[in-house]
């Protein structure tokens, strides 16, 4: 799942996804916001099909509305399941230390990237 409120980003991610074949289905979202409805949603026919539960999430920091640190504190109140099967990557342009230092305090937050995705950082994402 790609969360970036940047249309121009999450397409050339999504671009980058496809072409290296890492996954199945992605889901696009503009906005924290939706992301979370989303997973929410996703939680209550997650029993009927676990598959549609996203495995990485990769998470903009700076966006409206919602910043990607507000993302993951609504991302702790989801279920187990959700919260279990999914890792959460910071794909970011941000290099303030503080953004690194906060990412690495949610347990949830398995690695902090700068955009945009390449082959080669997809490769070693080993997550």
Do not use: W
């Not at 979370?36 to 209550?44: A, Q, R, S, V």
């Not at 937050?109 to 080669?120: A, E, F, R, S």
Request: proline share 4%; hydrophobic share 40%.
């Amino acid at each position: 799942m790609l969360v970036d409120d940047n249309e121009i980003d999450n397409l050339i991610n999504q671009k980058m996804l496809e072409a290296t074949g890492v996954c199945e289905r992605i889901y696009l979202h503009t906005g924290a916001k939706s992301a979370i409805e989303f997973l929410k949603n996703i939680e209550k026919v997650a029993d009927v099909n676990p598959e549609i539960i996203p495995e990485v999430i990769f998470l903009d920091i700076d966006m409206p509305l919602m910043d990607g640190f507000q993302f993951l504190d609504q991302f702790e109140q989801l279920g187990d399941r959700v919260k279990a099967k999914s890792k959460i990557v910071m794909l970011t342009s941000s290099i303030n230390p503080q953004d690194v230092n906060r990412s690495k305090k949610s347990s949830y937050v398995k690695k902090y990237l700068n955009k945009p995705l390449t082959q080669d950082t997809l490769k070693k994402l080993d997550i």
